[in-house]
């Protein structure tokens, strides 16, 4: 399997239920990012692990919890969700260099009920 | 962090060659101009990046403007596969600070 993948592709909460979205590449990158896409509205960057280390937390509320315990995986544990933080979630990953090209995956669909 | 400013969208007819500005007039030396694209029910794909020379690869051209205050990337022959959102944007070193911005939406008509 190559490039980057996501697990659930869908996935329906209540906003007192407790999931996480899965992220793994193989394509030997170091750096992975979780962004989230609302209708009508930009990307929105929200964690940045750069060397399996975060080095970015753009003001993300705390009911999102990134992980990444090695380079290849990315895990976003969500818990008291919120109505409006459905939306798509999106998983990248890049190799740290100049250059930084990032590559995604198709996102998981999230609805909070 | 630099900003990049692109037309809300754009029409093309199938066959014929597009191309999609993007002005990034607050560019520094170290940024490179990157161009993804989103299909639609899909994640952002890669299409194309330069720093300062023209760039080709299977997919695109891009152009670069010589104060590279501005870009232009050319879909040589649009196809109805080509209807998408592109996004330009500005990476650093320090990538995770770019941003993605509305991008210009395009359709492709048969």
């Known amino acids: 399997e190559t490039g980057v993948t996501q697990t659930p592709r869908h996935l329906v909460m209540g906003m007192t239920n407790k999931k996480s979205l899965k992220c793994e590449q193989h394509?030997?990158?170091?750096?992975m990012y979780w962004y989230k896409q609302s209708a009508k509205k930009p990307l929105e960057l929200m964690f940045v692990?750069?060397?399996?280390?975060?080095?970015e937390n753009n003001s993300v509320p705390s009911r999102f919890s990134p992980e990444c315990p090695n380079s290849s995986h990315l895990f976003l544990h969500l818990h008291t969700l919120q109505p409006e933080d459905s939306a798509l979630y999106l998983c990248?990953?890049?190799?740290?260099?100049?250059?930084?090209?990032?590559?995604f995956g198709p996102g998981t669909r999230l609805l909070v009920l | 962090d630099a900003k990049t400013t692109q037309p809300n969208s754009m029409e093309s007819n199938e066959e014929e060659p597009v191309h999609l500005p993007c002005n990034h007039s607050?560019?520094?030396?170290?940024?490179?101009i990157h161009w993804y694209r989103q299909l639609p029910s899909q994640g952002p794909e890669y299409v194309i990046h330069?720093?300062?020379s023209n760039v080709n690869n299977r997919m695109a051209s891009l152009a670069i403007a010589e104060d590279r205050k501005s870009s232009t990337l050319i879909l040589h022959r649009a196809t109805l596969r080509d209807a998408a959102v592109y996004y330009c944007?500005?990476?650093?070193?320090?990538?995770?600070?770019?941003?993605f911005g509305d991008g210009t939406t395009l359709t492709v008509k048969p």
């Open positions: 990248a990953s890049s190799q740290v260099d100049r250059e930084e090209t990032q590559y």
């Open positions: 394509l030997g990158h170091n750096a």
């Open positions: 692990y750069s060397l399996e280390e975060r080095v």
């Open positions: 607050t560019i520094s030396g170290t940024d490179y």
């Open positions: 330069g720093l300062t």
């Open positions: 944007i500005l990476r650093s070193t320090n990538a995770g600070k770019s941003t």
